[in-house]
């Protein structure tokens, strides 16, 4: 069904469950460590999905800013609800600064299209790394808690199972890869136990307005916003402009795709989610290559998802984390190795030699250090070098 711009229907569908693979471990991780309101966390995201998709009338992803999330699961001891949210705010209101006085886009000419597709490259090795290790995980669900007694083999095999099916069904616009996928995978993760012992219980958790102080801002800053930045003007805001041109073709972009518009667009989802102390979001090149790889083609994909999250939140809230834990970590896996390969293949339009060695160094630079600002700041520099030196590759 086709409503004005918008698309619904099973590629449409099974396009929005294209980037799970990225948002439930994070954000399942997130909730569980930190202790985050699950209503809070989904319905932000939710409402982040619906605002983009009505406005950029394209898949556009909707993802936990991934060095924050990081840091926050590693040092919970550290990172507090109130830091957390303030990270937040302080992330919108430099993307905000950054896009209405121009500085995003002047700060896009540094962004040169080597530089781009090796961050773009570095994440995809990223993201298939990643899912190869949730498919190898003897550790069936996502919540430690549960799976525990089940055979090493099986989420593996689960796995194994999922790549194959997905790679046949790849092209399968009657049974779209991802739809069978995920509801293949929740059936499976139910029939095993992942709902076992949980109390049935409807209704949202509490939400509020998160009290911060001035020290939750100071050391917001520098523990996860400033190790943030590089890798959100990078990957989140340009790195997402230019997938977008790349996947649609620069005459089909409604004219709202922009580097400064989706500034804003994280900007102010960022300062809402951060006063509700929910998980710091972002847009991202990976999951609109998800999206994309399993059918979604317009912002129908953003409605049907962000719909989703809204029933989990307001119906499900009490039980989102135990529903979104019910996919086995092997069918993740799937998804992001998915979602990595083909943010990868963006780098087929690097022609000369010396761009593609500064593509692979930037990407080899990110995969080994996980690190994109690292990988950013370096390619800079030896792009610099080569053209002042001269230097043939």
Not at 125 to 154: H, M, R, V
Not at 178 to 203: H, K, P, Q, Y
Request: net charge positive.
């Amino acid at each position: 069904m086709q409503i004005g711009p918008y698309r619904f229907d099973r590629l449409e569908l099974a396009g929005s469950l294209g980037d799970l693979g990225t948002i439930i471990p994070l954000s399942v991780a997130l909730m569980l460590v930190t202790g985050l309101s699950v209503t809070t966390v989904l319905l932000t995201v939710g409402l982040f999905y619906l605002a983009a998709g009505l406005f950029f009338k394209l898949p556009i992803p909707v993802q936990p800013l991934k060095v924050v999330s990081a840091i926050a699961i590693a040092y919970p001891e550290k990172i507090t609800v109130s830091i957390m949210a303030a990270a937040g705010i302080s992330m919108g209101l430099i993307l905000l600064l950054l896009a209405f006085t121009g500085l995003m886009d002047r700060l896009a000419r540094f962004f040169s299209r080597p530089i781009i597709r090796g961050i773009q490259a570095g994440l995809g090795l990223i993201l298939i790394n990643k899912g190869i290790a949730y498919i190898l995980n003897p550790q069936l669900f996502i919540n430690q808690s549960s799976g525990a007694g089940y055979a090493e083999f099986l989420n593996p095999f689960i796995g194994l199972a999922g790549f194959i099916i997905a790679l046949y069904l790849l092209t399968n616009r009657k049974f779209p890869a991802a739809l069978i996928l995920v509801t293949g995978g929740i059936a499976a993760g139910v029939l095993l136990g992942s709902l076992r012992g949980l109390e049935f219980a409807l209704g949202p958790t509490p939400v509020h307005i998160q009290p911060l102080a001035p020290t939750d801002f100071s050391a917001a800053l520098l523990l996860l916003v400033i190790p943030q930045i590089p890798l959100t003007l990078g990957n989140a805001v340009i790195g997402t402009t230019d997938a977008c041109r790349t996947f649609f073709g620069r005459q089909q972009l409604p004219n709202r795709v922009s580097n400064r518009n989706f500034a804003i667009s994280m900007g102010l989802a960022n300062l809402g989610t951060g006063l509700l102390g929910g998980m710091p979001m972002c847009h991202g090149a990976g999951g609109l290559a998800a999206h994309y790889r399993f059918g979604a083609r317009t912002g129908g994909a953003n409605l049907i998802i962000g719909g989703i999250f809204l029933a989990l939140a307001l119906v499900f809230g009490k039980m989102g984390i135990a529903l979104l834990a019910s996919i086995p970590q092997g069918i993740l896996g799937v998804l992001l190795l998915f979602a990595g390969l083909e943010l990868t293949l963006l780098i087929r339009d690097v022609q000369t030699r010396t761009d593609y060695f500064i593509t692979f160094l930037v990407a080899g630079i990110g995969l080994a250090t996980t690190n994109m600002g690292v990988a950013f700041f370096i390619g800079i520099l030896v792009q610099g070098l080569i053209k002042w030196r001269r230097i043939e590759i």
